[in-house]
C-alpha cells in the first residue's frame, strides 16, 4: 500500500457551491447587510431567516451579482468570484433566481417571461437575421409548465395571472434553464395550501441535485426544508443553526433579538 494519503473521491464534492466572506453592503446610512460569510454546500438547502428590513434580499442579490458588493469576497466553485469593484450577474446557466417582487413584466404574455434575457432565435438568410422563435418558447413554457404540473396558458399577458400563478411562473423561469444553484426569496408568497404543499415537493425533488438558498417568513417551512438556518439580524449574521437546533432554537427569539 502506498504511503501516500488516500484521496477521498468525495472531498471535491464537499468544496461548497458558493461561498461568501465578510460581505457587507449599504445604502447611503443604511447598512443592509454587516460583513456576512457563509457558505452553501452541494445538494444542501439553506435558509436565510430575519425580521423584515434585516437584510436578505439584499444579501441574495449581492451572491447573484444584481447588486455590487462594498466589502468581501463571493465565490463560486466554478470560478466566478465577485468583489467590490468587480461585479455581474451570476444568473442563467449557473444560478435561477426567484425574486421576492417576481420581477415578471406584466404586459407580456407568460412564455416570453421564461426567456427574458434570453430570447430563443431563429436564423434566417444564413444567420444574417436572428428572430426571437416564439414557436420555440411557447412549446419550451409549456414543457416547464406542465413538467412542474401546472396549467397556466402561456400566451396569457401576465398581468391578468393571479398571485399564486405569477409565483409559479418566477419559479419556472428560475428552474427553466436547470442550474446547479437556485435563489429563493419568498417563493411561497401568495400561494394556496394545495399549490405550496405542490412546490414543496418540487423543491424535494430538485434539493436531491441541486442546493438552494431559501428566504422564507414561514417559519414551519423553513424547518421542514432547510438543512441549516442562517438567522439575519439589522445586517448581521447571527445565528447559524443546523441538526437538532433547528427544531429546538427559538427561531423568533434570535430573529428579533
Ligand atoms: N435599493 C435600496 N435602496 C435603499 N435602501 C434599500 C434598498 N434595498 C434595500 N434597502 C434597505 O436595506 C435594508 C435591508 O432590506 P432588505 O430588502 O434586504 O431586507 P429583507 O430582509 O429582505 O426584508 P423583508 O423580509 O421585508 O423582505 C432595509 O432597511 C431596506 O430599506
Ligand atoms: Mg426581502
Redesign the pocket.
Known amino acids: 500500500m502506498s504511503s501516500q494519503k488516500a484521496v477521498d473521491p468525495s472531498e471535491s464534492s464537499e468544496e461548497p457551491v458558493l461561498r461568501a466572506e465578510g460581505v457587507s453592503k449599504s445604502?447611503?446610512t443604511?447598512q443592509?447587510?454587516d460583513d456576512v460569510s457563509l457558505e452553501l454546500g452541494e445538494n444542501e438547502v439553506v435558509a436565510l431567516v430575519?425580521?423584515?428590513?434585516?437584510?436578505?434580499?439584499?444579501?441574495l442579490s449581492s451572491l447573484v451579482g444584481l447588486q455590487g458588493i462594498d466589502e468581501g469576497e463571493i465565490s463560486y466553485r466554478t470560478g466566478t468570484t465577485l468583489t467590490p469593484g468587480n461585479n455581474r450577474e451570476v444568473l442563467g446557466d449557473e444560478v435561477g433566481i426567484v425574486h421576492?417582487d417576481m420581477a415578471l413584466v406584466g404586459l407580456r404574455p407568460v412564455f416570453e417571461n421564461v426567456f427574458i434575457g434570453r430570447q430563443v432565435k431563429k436564423e434566417y438568410l444564413g444567420g444574417l437575421l436572428k428572430i426571437s422563435d416564439k414557436k420555440a418558447m411557447r412549446q419550451e413554457c409549456e414543457r416547464i409548465l406542465d413538467e412542474l404540473g401546472f396549467d397556466i396558458p402561456v400566451n396569457k399577458k401576465v398581468q391578468l395571472l393571479s398571485g399564486g400563478e405569477r409565483q409559479i411562473l418566477a419559479f419556472a423561469r428560475a428552474i427553466y434553464s436547470d442550474p446547479p444553484i437556485l435563489v429563493l426569496?419568498?417563493p411561497f408568497t401568495a400561494l394556496s395550501e394545495d399549490i405550496m404543499n405542490q412546490l414543496i415537493e418540487t423543491i424535494n425533488e430538485l434539493r436531491k441535485d441541486h442546493s438552494i438558498m431559501l428566504?422564507s417568513?414561514n417559519l414551519e417551512m423553513v424547518r421542514e426544508l432547510a438543512d441549516r438556518i442562517l438567522v439575519?439580524r439589522r445586517?448581521n449574521k447571527v445565528a447559524e443553526l443546523t441538526g437538532e437546533e433547528i427544531e429546538r432554537k427559538d427561531i423568533l427569539k434570535l430573529m428579533i433579538g
Open positions: 445604502f447611503g443604511v443592509a447587510v430575519g425580521d423584515n428590513g434585516a437584510g436578505k434580499s439584499t444579501l421576492q426569496d419568498e428566504v417568513h439575519m445586517g
